[in-house]
């Protein structure tokens, strides 16, 4: 995680060297809560792939376009139509398929990934909240500046120099996808309301799936391939 701020901050410096008005924010707290959630959400996800598998960790992030529904309509007074709130709720009966509360199969490490999108989605709908007073540099400097300072005091006391020599090119490879995606991310919600936009996330659930299959040699069993073709077809008919 703090590879992942510390890119996000080079990314966004060459902004700050030519426009120092970008460090003007008309919300300071919301951009250190919007933050906060951020740093949380990718704590909590990495922390669930370290015990559960990819494809099964990233479909239970997909709970969070139903807090992000329900925050959006609480926080920023968002419409909420039947034909928006449908695909939603069937994506998170997906999830709730994968999950398998109340089985064998749960071993409470799930709320890992189910916490990691809470704190997606309250970062998603401060995002929403900040685009009436700040640019999306604004945005991304405050998200690069706070989560570069809060990572820099859990990881330096523990950094293994000669783990992050080897390890550098995967790192960066990471930080790449990850920036680009924050970007992305900004931008999207900047033009559109926060439960619009959540659905199309569930695209995601394609590629980590792949990728574990060909990263690691995973791949879902039947109910969890069942959980995850819900989420997709809640994605599609989001997405018509």
Request: charged letters at 10%.
């Amino acid at each position: 995680v703090w590879c992942r701020y510390l890119g996000l901050l080079i990314s966004v410096l060459p902004l700050l060297v030519r426009d120092p008005s970008i460090l003007r924010t008309g919300q300071p707290l919301t951009q250190l809560l919007r933050a906060a959630g951020l740093v949380g959400s990718a704590l909590l996800f990495l922390q669930a792939l370290a015990v559960i598998p990819q494809a099964e960790a990233t479909a239970m992030v997909f709970a969070s376009p139903l807090f992000v529904l329900i925050l959006s309509r609480i926080a920023l007074r968002e419409p909420v139509g039947p034909r928006r709130f449908a695909p939603v709720l069937l994506g998170f009966a997906g999830v709730l398929i994968v999950v398998r509360p109340g089985t064998l199969h749960f071993g409470g490490a799930e709320f890992f990934p189910i916490f990691s999108s809470m704190a997606w989605a309250f970062a998603v709908v401060l995002t929403r909240k900040l685009s009436g007073t700040d640019g999306v540099a604004t945005t991304m400097l405050y998200s690069a500046l706070i989560g570069v300072t809060s990572m820099s005091l859990l990881a330096l006391p523990t950094l293994n120099v000669n783990a992050l020599h080897s390890a550098w090119p995967l790192l960066a490879l990471m930080t790449s996808a990850w920036c680009l995606a924050q970007w992305l991310s900004v931008a999207a919600y900047r033009v559109a309301a926060p439960q619009l936009i959540a659905p199309f996330s569930y695209s995601q659930l394609l590629w980590a799936t792949l990728l574990g299959l060909l990263i690691s040699g995973h791949w879902p069993d039947a109910i969890s391939l069942v959980g995850m073709a819900v989420i997709v077809l809640s994605g599609l008919y989001a997405a018509w």
